[in-house]
C-alpha cells in the first residue's frame, strides 16, 4: 500500500497478497500444464511474459483511449483539478493526471500501473449530475484505488484470465483446421489442441472468480477510505445512489460500450435488466451493501446520515 492518510486496510491487503500468491501457483500450474501437453517451452513463456508486459505498461492508455477520454489541464478543467488537488493534500499522496471522457455515462475510474503514471478519469454524465461535494466524495474513492495499489494489482490479476482467454481461442481454431494432423513427436494436434482448450478454460474460471472476489472486497474498501478521508459518508452515498439510479436511463448502446471496464469504474454500467447474472460473479458489490456500509461509517463518525 502506498503512504497516504487514507486508512489503512489490512482485509484488503490480505486478500491482495493471497490472491496473487493462489494466481501465482495457477501461472506455474498453467505453465507446466502446457509443457506437459505438449507446447513449446519458449513459446508458452514468450506468449505469458508479452501479454503480461503489455498489459502492464499500457492498461492505462488502452483504458483512457477506449473511453474516449482526453487528459485536461487545470486551465482547461479548474474545478476538477481543485478538487482532485484538495484531496490529495488531505490524503498526502502525489497528484495523478486528471483526465475526462465525453460520454453521458456517469462513472469515474482510476488507472495506471505506478505512481507517475496514475490517472483519474472522470466522465462529462458525471461532471453534469454531481453537485461538487458528491464529485469529491467520488474521486476520494477513485484516488483510494490509487493509493492502495488497486489498479496494478487488478491489471495483473486479470491478465492470467487474458491470456487463458486468448489459448482458448486458439486452441479451438486449431482444433477446427489441425484435420488429422500430428505434431513432430507424432501426437495428433486435434488432442493436444483440445488439452489446451480444457486447460486454459479452468485457469480462465479460476482467475476470473478470485479477480471478482477481489473486486468487490477493494470496491468496499475504497468507500470506507474515501469516506473516511471525507468525513461525509452520505455525499458518496448520494452520488452513489444517483449514477445507480441515472444508469437506466442511459442508451443501451452507450452502456454497452462502457461495460468491458466495469471492473475499473465507481458503479458498474449496468445494462437494461442488470449486467451480472449473480453477485458471484460481479465486479462490484450490491448497492444496498455499499450504502449500508456508508450509513455504518455515519454513525461511528457521529454525521447522522
Not at 506455474?28 to 498489459?55: K, R, S, T
Request: aromatic letters at 8%; glycine letters at 8%.
Amino acid at each position: 500500500m502506498a503512504s497516504s492518510r487514507f486508512i489503512p486496510d489490512r482485509g484488503l491487503t490480505s486478500r491482495m497478497v493471497l490472491t496473487m500468491a493462489i494466481l501465482a501457483i495457477v501461472y506455474v500450474a498453467f505453465i507446466i500444464g502446457l509443457v506437459l501437453i505438449g507446447l513449446n517451452v519458449w513459446l508458452v513463456v514468450a506468449i505469458v511474459v508479452g501479454f503480461a508486459v503489455f498489459q502492464y505498461f499500457t492498461s492505462d492508455k488502452i483504458a483512457l483511449r477506449a473511453m474516449g477520454g482526453q487528459e485536461v489541464t487545470p486551465e482547461q478543467a479548474p474545478q476538477l483539478h481543485a478538487l482532485v488537488d484538495r484531496l490529495c493534500g488531505m490524503a498526502d499522496m502525489p497528484k495523478p493526471r486528471v483526465a475526462i471522457a465525453d460520454t453521458d455515462v456517469p462513472n469515474a475510474f482510476a488507472t495506471g500501473h505506478s505512481s507517475s503514471s496514475s490517472l483519474v478519469c472522470v466522465t462529462t454524465g458525471l461532471l453534469r449530475r454531481l453537485e461538487p461535494q458528491e464529485l469529491e466524495a467520488v474521486l476520494a474513492h477513485e484516488l483510494s484505488h490509487v493509493a492502495h495499489r488497486d489498479v496494478s494489482v487488478m491489471t495483473i490479476a486479470g491478465f492470467l484470465g487474458i491470456v487463458a482467454g486468448f489459448l482458448t481461442q486458439a486452441g479451438l481454431r486449431f482444433m477446427v483446421f489441425s484435420g488429422g494432423g500430428r505434431n513432430r513427436e507424432g501426437a495428433p494436434i486435434a488432442l493436444i489442441a483440445l488439452g489446451v482448450v480444457v486447460l486454459s478454460a479452468v485457469v480462465w474460471a479460476l482467475s476470473f472468480l478470485l479477480t471478482r472476489i477481489l473486486s468487490r472486497y477493494r470496491e468496499l474498501s475504497a468507500d470506507r477510505a474515501a469516506a473516511f478521508l471525507t468525513q461525509r459518508p452520505s455525499e458518496l452515498g448520494s452520488a452513489l445512489t444517483k449514477i445507480t439510479g441515472d444508469m437506466a436511463r442511459i442508451p443501451s448502446r452507450d452502456l454497452r460500450q462502457a461495460e468491458p471496464f466495469n471492473a475499473f469504474f465507481f458503479t458498474p454500467a449496468f445494462s437494461r435488466g442488470g449486467f451480472s447474472l449473480s453477485n458471484m460473479f460481479a465486479t462490484h458489490p450490491p448497492v444496498e451493501r455499499r450504502l449500508e456500509q456508508l450509513a455504518t461509517i455515519s454513525r461511528q463518525l457521529g454525521t447522522g446520515s
